[in-house]
């Protein structure tokens, strides 16, 4: 324990007392002081710090999980930062000082000029006042009484939501990651819509005033009151580096009677290099519970990481409740993937649909792994689950691993699976028809995918599309 | 419009076509016959720039272009056209979007502007009609579920969208029952003008009994052992292959 640490949390604070603290200085590393520190330097209340201290012990009893059919060197825990200072760096000049291939990847997604200045860290015009369009937002927001913030912003603001429900799908105990996440979770969204409301538009982290760059563990909850509704986008497909490895964000919806929470993910993380140096480990956990009537739909397309781990999944409690999974992951160059979904039938008479889709490139290696359970007094439970995988070239692979757990005689499942190769004769049958090699590859994979594209809110599918074009190209050929 | 001069060829290791002389001028149907294994479709597909196959000699040019410089899409937009013996299958991908990709980027390459769904639509009424294929088709995959007749009459369609100059049948009439042969020979002849050329490569006679050629090739052995006019179609057809390849031999 470093007396640097000691002298810097000092005593307890009380809610709403801040201290001005040095923030640059905190060394790699994690024990229970480090944990009241990043409370501390939240200023929150006494009983999330116990919750977050009661995670971390819990932590410290768990062993990383060996399953998954990803390879990585071991994580040293003691080598993170836990806790990163705001960014204080000086804005770049001018979009001349930016690296030029990050630049090229910004045009073909066809970013707007000043959202690349942005996305890249350069000083913004005054022009452009980046506040005005995020209050006008919040303000619509407002209105209907619809909350959506930061988590840290929720926890002063809201507490007793906070409460109530978090941890509540996601216990800290729930696993390795998990716990660590709720040990020390930086910042994230809450987002909480009143009963009957129908969120008028979709909600994005873009607009999220006091967007804090995100964190390396990220803690969004959501809260879908009865009769309510909401479409939440995370992500952006502009390619996001970051100075920490491993991300490990847990997320919590709740949909309560009648609820709907749409939640789509498009995630292009920095990946490494060709030769798998670097690159981002995504370890999330991501779940869902519904309620009576409740729907919940994880859509997903996962083209950045180095190495991509996660289940979105959902809890189907209530009677008639309904799961949806839609996924694209690419894994292409040295990249790895083991995701899937979990859907827990509990209450009666649910329903499940899984779409998975994986594309697999360069020496890639991308596996599927669903879980369908049926508890015994799950009556009339469905699930349709829907697994393909497309190899493009000879190094790659593509693996499944279905999960179906019954327990009550009246459920019916139905499995497909499918397994195609992108060759060279595809790729010339189309050259042939006067398209380029890039064009091709497009063209086939956005045919593949084409089912999970249609669940994305429409400007995400277009910019989607174009992100898979970028990801595989130079996989063919 | 093509000239292809002692064009030698490998497929790895082995030689496949060991020099090939032929000139193919604007208005003109070329029929290539021959055995097995002589080489028909490497020069069909040597011709498009299909990856496999290495070129070893010789020369291709195409309006006077070197063709064989050029990569497959780039020889599309000047105009060449291969009507796969064993055509691809794309899911997810409408054959209307396929072909309007194809069809504007052929618009592009020559300087024109793209067109939108709409104005595609209209473009399709008439070319489908050449084919006697249902517009009910445009919804579907490319060649998703499509019998072996529909295949081909797919290809012939694009040719019919395309419009090359040079269109090379690569074993079109493989596989086709009588009725789907004559529909895309008609076809194929509804597209016949001055300007543009077909090279048509097969085993049987009777395909080219709709597409009647101006010149029939004999290749054996990767090379041209006897050229003629359509009467010497009609000599294979009775006497076969062997006769020509004792005389070429001897």
Redesign the interface.
């Known amino acids: 324990m470093s007396t640097e640490i000691e002298a810097l949390v000092g005593r307890e604070y009380q809610y709403g007392f801040v201290t001005d603290i040095e923030s640059d200085t905190i060394p790699p590393g994690l024990n229970e002081d480090v944990v009241r520190l990043i409370s501390a330097k939240k200023a929150e209340p006494e009983w999330l710090l116990e919750w977050r201290l009661k995670a971390y012990r819990r932590w410290l009893t768990m062993t990383e999980p060996v399953w998954p059919n990803v390879h990585y060197p071991a994580i040293d825990y003691q080598a993170v930062r836990y806790y990163s200072a705001p960014k204080t760096d000086k804005p770049l000049g001018s979009l001349d000082e930016v690296d030029p291939k990050l630049l090229d990847t910004y045009k073909k997604l066809g970013i707007p000029l000043h959202e690349q200045k942005m996305l890249a860290g350069v000083a913004v015009d005054a022009v452009f006042d980046s506040v005005s369009v995020g209050t006008t937002y919040k303000a619509e927001l407002a209105k209907h009484g619809i909350v959506f913030c930061s988590f840290s912003e929720a926890v002063h603001e809201h507490p007793e939501l906070i409460r109530k429900y978090l941890g509540s799908v996601i216990p800290y105990s729930d696993n390795f990651f998990a716990a660590l996440n709720s040990a020390v979770f930086s910042d994230g969204s809450f987002c909480y819509i009143p009963k009957g409301v129908k969120c008028p538009m979709e909600l994005s982290t873009y607009f999220r005033i006091n967007a804090a760059d995100t964190g390396q563990f990220e803690r969004t909850l959501i809260v879908a009151e009865e009769g309510s509704s909401v479409s939440y986008l995370e992500g952006c497909t502009a390619p996001k580096r970051s100075t920490n490895q491993l991300h490990a964000a847990v997320v919590e919806l709740i949909a309560l009677d009648d609820a709907t929470i749409k939640y789509s993910t498009v995630q292009n993380w920095y990946a490494g290099d060709e030769n798998g140096v670097g690159g981002i480990f995504n370890f999330v956990t991501k779940r869902g519970k519904a309620m009576k009537n409740a729907k919940i739909s994880w859509t997903q397309v996962e083209t950045g990481s180095a190495i991509t781990w996660k289940y979105p999944s959902v809890i189907l409690q209530g009677d008639n409740s309904i799961g949806e999974f839609y996924s694209v992951a690419v894994v292409n160059n040295m990249q790895q993937a083991d995701t899937g979904t979990k859907m827990i039938h509990i209450g009666r008479n649910t329903k499940s649909n899984i779409v998975s889709k994986g594309i697999s490139a360069g020496r890639g290696q991308n596996s599927y792994r669903g879980m369908v359970k049926v508890l015994p007094k799950a009556s009339g439970a469905r699930n349709y689950t829907q697994c393909d995988s497309m190899l493009i070239g000879n190094a790659c692979g593509a693996h499944t691993f279905p999960y179906i757990e019954i327990n009550n005689n009246t459920a019916t499942l139905e499995h497909e699976a499918s397994t195609?190769k992108i060759g060279?004769?595809?790729i010339?049958?189309?050259?042939?028809?006067?398209?380029?090699?890039e064009?091709a590859v497009s063209?086939?994979v956005?045919?593949?995918?084409?089912?999970v594209f249609k669940e994305l809110p429409m400007e995400f599918a277009l910019e989607a599309q174009q992100l898979l074009g970028i990801t595989l190209e130079g996989s063919v050929? | 419009m093509l000239e292809i001069s002692n064009l030698t060829a490998t497929v790895g290791d082995k030689e496949i076509l060991k020099g090939i002389n032929l000139t193919v001028n604007a208005g003109e149907v070329h029929a290539i016959m021959g055995p097995n294994g002589s080489g028909k479709s490497t020069l069909a597909q040597v011709l498009a720039g299909h990856p496999s196959y290495e070129v070893t000699g010789g020369s291709v040019l195409f309006e006077g272009e070197d063709l064989l410089e050029l990569e497959p899409e780039e020889r599309a937009h000047k105009g060449v056209f291969l009507a796969f013996q064993y055509p691809i299958e794309i899911p997810g991908v409408s054959n209307a979007y396929f072909l309007r990709s194809a069809y504007n980027a052929m618009r592009v390459a020559r300087g024109g502007e793209e067109v939108d769904p709409m104005e595609f639509l209209d473009v399709m009424e008439e070319k489908l009609k050449i084919v006697e294929m249902d517009d009910a088709m445009l919804a579907r995959s490319v060649n998703m579920g499509f019998s072996g007749g529909e295949k081909k009459r797919n290809e012939i369609l694009q040719m019919a969208v395309l419009e090359p100059k040079l269109a090379i049948l690569d074993e079109t009439d493989s596989g086709l029952d009588i009725d789907a042969l004559r529909v895309v020979a008609e076809g194929v002849n509804k597209l016949r003008r001055p300007d543009n050329a077909t090279i048509v490569v097969t085993h049987y006679q009777r395909l080219l009994n709709y597409i009647v050629p101006d010149y029939v090739h004999v290749l054996a052995g990767g090379r041209i052992i006897r050229s003629g006019g359509k009467e010497l179609a009609l000599e294979l057809e009775e006497k076969g292959y062997d006769w020509l390849l004792q005389e070429a031999l001897a």
């Open positions: 195609t060279e004769d595809q010339f049958y189309l050259k042939q028809r006067g398209m380029s090699a064009n063209m086939i956005a045919g593949f995918c084409k089912e050929g």
